[in-house]
């Protein structure tokens, strides 16, 4: 049953990302989590990490977020866990650019009055740019 409520998480934080739903997308992380985004981005705390969310929003126009797949390792006793979700984002900015990242989240989860939640979530990059692919991968291996 665990493993659905991660299932659910991850897809109510990208649903919430599609509508812009700060209130939806808050509640999906512990008070004391942490986002990390890789060159030294790093927030700590719920509140922090909101505002940073909506800060970054400002951005854009639209975003379509998706999880393309994911897995989760629970310790049900301890009420934590790990896990990795595939997302794929095609995003218009409001400057009128369109594109597209393609990344993972390495995920750390922790159970709060019975509620799974997000304890940590860091994105690794592995595209983005053009919709036509036609920008590096930062993770090409030849």
């Known amino acids: 049953m665990s493993r659905i409520a991660i299932t659910d998480l991850t897809h109510r934080y990208a649903d919430a990302v599609v509508h812009r739903d700060a209130d939806q997308w808050a509640a999906t992380w512990a008070p004391d989590a942490v986002w990390e985004l890789g060159k030294g981005r790093r927030v700590e ?21 998706n999880v393309v797949n994911s ?13 990795r979700s595939y997302i794929m984002e095609h995003w218009w900015r409001a400057d009128g650019s369109t594109g597209i990242l393609l ?24 595209y983005g740019g053009p919709q036509d692919l036609s920008a590096p991968f930062q993770n090409a291996w030849a």
């Not at 705390?45 to 909101?50: H, N, S």
């Open 103 to 126: 990344a993972y989240y390495d995920d750390l989860y922790t159970r709060v009055d019975g509620e799974w939640l997000f304890a940590s979530r860091e994105l690794v990059i592995q």
């Open 71 to 83: 897995t989760a390792s629970l310790d049900e006793d301890a009420g934590s866990g790990s896990g």
């Open 45 to 65: 705390g719920r509140d922090a990490i909101l505002d940073l969310w909506n800060s970054a929003m400002d951005g854009f126009k639209a975003v379509v977020q």
